[in-house]
Each structure stands twice: as C-alpha cells, then as structure tokens.
C-alpha cells in the first residue's frame, strides 16, 4: 500500500513516520524546500521525543521518501497548518492549496483524509468541489474523510498510537476505509461518525479545554479580590467525582486551544456567547499578569523582572502564541528592564540568558510564567544571595512554598 502524506510538520511527519514503520511506502510532501531537505538529510525542523530515531530507521528501510510534490498513491493524509487571519476567520489557504494538488494524481479507488483541524463543512464545503475536478464520483470512486488529529505537543507518537480516533466519513465506506487504514498503529478505539460532527468533535474538545481555563482564570481573579487560595480551592473541588477544574495561569498559548474556539465563533457567532468570553478572558490574563507585576515591583527604583519561561507550556520548546510573549511585550511597553530563561528555548529573544545564577543576578522579582518540571529543581538558596530581592511570584503554582519561605523568600503565587 502506498500513502501519500501533504504536510510535514508536528502532525504529518509523525504520522508518516509511523506509517512507514509499519510497512507502508509513504511519500510525504511539504511545499517548504528546506524541510524537504533536511529531512531527506536524516535532519528535523522540528523537535519531539522519540522521532528522530525512528525518522531515520525509514528512512534507510526506504520506506519514506519526500518531495515538494505529490506522487500517486493509495491514500492521501492532508495534515497542514489552518492559523487564523488577523479578522479572527480560519485561514484554509493550505488545505485548499494541498487539496488541489492532489487532484491531478487521483485514481478511482483513492481515499483522501484530512486531519487538520478546520471549521464545520470545510470537507463539505471546501474539500469535496475541489476533489471533484478529478473527474471522480464522490463516495463512489473516491472517499473522502476527516479524521482529526488530537495528540499533545510533546506526547505526540505516543497519543498517536494510544489515543481513541474519530473518524468521519462523507460515507459508510469512507470511514470503514479510513477507520481499516488507521487500525494498523492506533491500538485506542476508533470511533466512526460523518464529517461535519468529526469537525465539531476537534473543536468541541479544545473549547471545553479553553471555557474551563477562563474559569480557573476567572477564580484566580475572585481569589484575588475575595482572599482564598485559588490553588487549593480548585484542588479540593477537583476530589468532587464529577468536577474538573482546569488551572489559572499567564493566559492560554499554542497553535491549537487559542485558535480552533475562533472557527466556531466565524459560523455560529450568536450562539458562541461564552466561548467567545472565555477567548476574551484568557487573551486578557496576560495584561493581568503584567499588571500584577508591576504592582510587586512598583517601589523599586530601576527594578530588574527576572522571566522564567518563555514556551507556551511546561516541558515543551514551542513558543507559538505563548503568553509569556505578551507579559514580555507589556512589561516592556511599561518600560522594566528584563532577563529571561528558557532553557527549552534555542530562538534569540532579547534579554535572554543562558543560566539560572545569570538571570537571578541583580533581581527585584522572579516570575515563573511556564510550568518546566526543570524549575522546581532549581537550587534557591544558591541563587539567594544573587538577587536584590528575594521575592518570587509563580504564576503557575509549581515552587513549594514551605521551602521558598524557610529560605528566606517572599513567594507569592497568582490569585494572592
Ligand atoms: N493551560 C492552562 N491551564 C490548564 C491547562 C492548560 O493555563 O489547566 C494552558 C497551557 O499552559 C497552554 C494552553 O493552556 O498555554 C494550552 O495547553 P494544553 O496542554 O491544554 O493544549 P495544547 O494546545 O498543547 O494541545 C491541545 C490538546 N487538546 C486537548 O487536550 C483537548 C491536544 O490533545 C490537541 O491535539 C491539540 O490541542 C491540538 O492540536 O488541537
């Protein structure tokens, strides 16, 4: 069986790579020349565990090969980007773009699958005029699915071997293909549905996610106005058998729970009341954040911030949409002086250093904006006598308080 793959980035690349493990010939395809060419260099432009090696075992089994270009093949998966326009409507130029390249290698038979996270209809709507230039009958001669990725950034080939799938076909023998297709890795069920709710499906679940962490945000506000720990609230709430509170935090980062609640709000925007709340909450939280800074340091003369955290969440080297951008670019705007730490971080950003004692050196204030397991490891009563001020504000409750005050700091956390 061959498979054609459109699309190499964080989804695409893995699911090729796993295909091709398991004994596929897979051709993936990524319209960037330079991806092409550091993979076909055993390389990655992106960084996940586990992938490098198995990247290169397919390759030299010559199961994977890449071009810019699409090749005929049995089955075609469309992972591509869909980012939102500044208008906050989905920008579908990639999927269309990868669709109507396909086209010209399609064959009676083929099975087309979109992965990618869009709007409602967008197979109905977009996908199945475009895949109709080939001359085929839809659902007849040509099926066509959506199959939506839903794997965590930094969990990625694990969640895709072990995580339910849903499927959903434009017809029975759509998702009874696509569902046969990915039973070769997926050990999770795989759950068939049409298209038009599999779409729903994706985004229902990232929007559950971001309504629930505009509510812990929320708390962490009425915590600050009330006087209670917002932290162990929710924590005690969470022992109830049918609540889960998400956490408060700097605001709500990533390529996936800041974006998907908007392609709902474009088709449905009377009735996405309080989804459209909830983005506006977290999008608020890191003016909070800044302003809650601010406030601990407005005393100082010339204070030094000290960041901890620049990638959108813990143990993770993305900084796509990371909130702790915004609270650099506010407190920046408020004109503080600023050093940063992200050891998971490799981009120039300024005001970066490269090690703790280096940001500790001089600090009226150290935040914690990102939740790196490597930050409760650091060493506080090493770098006390470095800063000006013992004084940490954690903002996503990781540091052990008890340990922070019997060495002599001031720890406060969000919602305090
Ligand atoms: N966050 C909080 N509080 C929380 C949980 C998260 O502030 O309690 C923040 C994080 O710090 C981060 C943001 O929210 O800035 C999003 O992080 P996340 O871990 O919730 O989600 P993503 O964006 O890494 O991945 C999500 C996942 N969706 C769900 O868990 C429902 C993943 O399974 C999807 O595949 C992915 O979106 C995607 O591609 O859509």
């Given at each position: 069986k061959k498979l054609c793959v459109m699309g190499l980035g964080y989804i695409g690349l893995p699911t090729a790579v796993i295909f091709a493990k398991h004994g596929f010939n897979v051709h993936g395809v990524d319209i960037n020349p330079s991806v092409i060419n550091k993979l076909k260099n055993k390389e990655l432009h992106i960084e996940e565990h586990g992938l490098k090696e198995m990247l290169i075992e397919v390759i030299e089994t010559g199961r994977l090969t890449f071009s810019t270009e699409p090749?005929?093949?049995?089955?075609?998966?469309?992972?591509?980007?869909?980012?939102?326009?500044?208008?906050?409507t989905a920008n579908l130029n990639y999927v269309k773009t990868a669709?109507?390249?396909i086209v010209p290698n399609l064959e009676k038979g083929n099975l087309v699958i979109l992965e990618s996270t869009v709007p409602p209809r967008t197979v109905e709507h977009i996908m199945i005029p475009i895949l109709k230039k080939s001359g085929l009958s839809i659902g007849d001669e040509l099926f066509v699915s959506h199959s939506p990725e839903r794997v965590l950034p930094g969990r990625i080939i694990e969640e895709l071997i072990l995580n339910d799938?849903?499927?959903?076909?434009i017809n029975e023998k759509s998702s009874q293909l696509t569902a046969e297709l990915y039973q070769i890795f997926v050990t999770g069920k795989i759950h068939i549905t049409d298209?038009?709710?599999a779409e729903m499906v994706k985004l229902m679940e990232n929007i559950y996610r971001d309504v629930n962490i505009a509510l812990a945000n929320e708390f962490a506000r009425i915590a600050e106005r009330v006087g209670f720990n917002v932290w162990e609230a929710i924590e005690l709430a969470n022992q109830h058998p049918r609540v889960n509170l998400h956490m408060p935090g700097p605001g709500v980062g990533g390529?996936?729970?800041?974006?998907?609640?908007?392609?709902?709000i474009e088709h449905a925007p009377e009735e996405s009341k309080l989804i459209s709340l909830a983005r506006k909450i977290n999008d608020s939280t890191p003016f909070h954040v800044a302003n809650v800074i601010e406030k601990y340091v407005k005393d100082i003369e010339k204070p030094i911030i000290s960041l901890l955290g620049l990638a959108f969440k813990g143990n993770v080297n993305d900084i796509r949409?990371?909130?702790?951008?915004?609270?650099?670019?506010?407190?920046?705007k408020k004109g503080f002086q600023l050093k940063i730490y992200d050891p998971y971080i490799n981009?120039?950003?300024e005001g970066k250093v490269n090690d703790v004692k280096e940001v500790a050196k001089g600090s009226d204030l150290l935040v914690i904006l990102t939740d790196h397991h490597i930050f409760k490891e650091i060493d506080f009563k090493m770098i006390k006598g470095l800063m000006r001020r013992q004084v940490v504000f954690d903002t996503r409750h990781i540091l052990n308080k008890g340990q922070l005050e019997s060495a002599g700091y001031h720890y406060i956390e969000l919602g305090s």
């Open positions: 090749v005929k093949a049995d089955a075609f998966i469309i992972a591509v980007p869909t980012p939102i326009n500044k208008d906050k669709t109507e390249m799938r849903i499927v959903g076909g298209a038009t709710t390529h996936c729970i800041a974006v998907d609640p908007w392609f709902v949409e990371s909130p702790s951008l915004k609270v650099i670019e506010l407190l920046r981009q120039h950003i």
